[in-house]
Nanobody
Framework: QVPLVESGGGLVQAGGSLRLSCAASGRTPVGVALGWFRQAPGKEREFVATINWSGTYTYYASSVQGRFTISRDNAKKTVYLQMNSLKPEDTAVYYC???????????????WGQGTQVTVSS
């Protein structure tokens, strides 16, 4: 297993911004796709965004497109999720994941972080 550790979650007001980070260990291969998912209470896990190993391809869920930006720094083995114009509907536990292709299905990822809570108040 490769460890993935999320950070940057917290409580923000609607319209505010947060920047999530997910750092992988030095043993994690560089050539791996990374994704962000989220899960709200009582709901199933939902795809948010993904990025391929080189950072040349990204894909977003329609619910966050135009507001969220995914990026990565391979030298630091870290993936980021910049979240702007946050809405109460964005409240969830956010998870980062690693896999071999930049897909929007959770089944495509082999490793998962522990999650970080994001709460958006109205």
């Amino acid at each position: 297993q490769v460890p993935l550790v999320e950070s940057g979650g917290g409580l923000v007001q609607a319209g505010g911004s947060l920047r999530l980070s997910c750092a992988a260990s030095g043993r994690t291969p560089v050539g791996v796709a990374l994704g962000w998912f989220r899960q709200a209470p009582g709901k199933e896990r939902e795809f948010v965004a993904t990025i391929n190993w080189s950072g040349t391809y990204t894909y977003y869920a329609s619910s966050v497109q135009g507001r969220f930006t995914i990026s990565r720094d391979n030298a630091k083995k870290t993936v980021y999720l910049q979240m702007n114009s946050l809405k109460p509907e964005d409240t969830a536990v956010y998870y980062c994941a690693a896999g071999w292709s930049a897909t929007w299905t959770s089944e495509g990822y082999n490793y998962w972080g522990q999650g970080t809570q994001v709460t958006v108040s109205s």
